[in-house]
């Protein structure tokens, strides 16, 4: 699925991204646990958060992340922006929780990330 149709299932705001057409995101994973991302994520994922401050950015960074996407209708602050266009990882934000959101994608054809820690 292309980011820009994961915007549309959200109803997320874009708080930045160079192109929303070029991103294809096949696997979604929701945590505000950074340690689980390093951990479940998958390469070219997105990931849903709560988290606003840069860590989530550097840990999308390590964990080759495609996109970040902020529920819960949370803001992050400029240092985070700045760091995310600094490292070219698009920045989603949305009103819903991180179940539902997690929910809608699902539906819409998005798959979680497999479990990869024991």
């Known amino acids: 699925m292309k980011l820009s149709e994961i915007v549309a299932v959200l109803q997320a705001e874009v708080l930045y991204s160079e192109d929303l057409e070029r991103i294809e995101i096949k696997q979604a994973c929701g945590s505000d646990l950074m340690s ?5 994520s998958a390469q070219g ?10 860590q989530a950015v550097r840990t999308a960074e390590m964990s080759e992340i495609s996109a970040i996407c ?5 803001k992050p602050p400029a240092e985070t922006v700045d760091l995310a266009r600094k490292n070219g990882i698009p920045l989603l934000l949305c009103e819903y929780s991180m179940y539902v959101a997690c929910g809608k994608l699902y539906s819409a054809g998005v798959l979680g990330c497999n479990d990869r820690c024991e």
Do not use: A, E, I, W
Request: aromatic share 10%.
């Open 36 to 40: 689980d991302v390093l951990c479940y």
């Open 45 to 54: 994922s997105l990931l849903l958060t709560g988290l606003t401050n840069p």
């Open 70 to 74: 902020f529920v819960r209708g949370k």
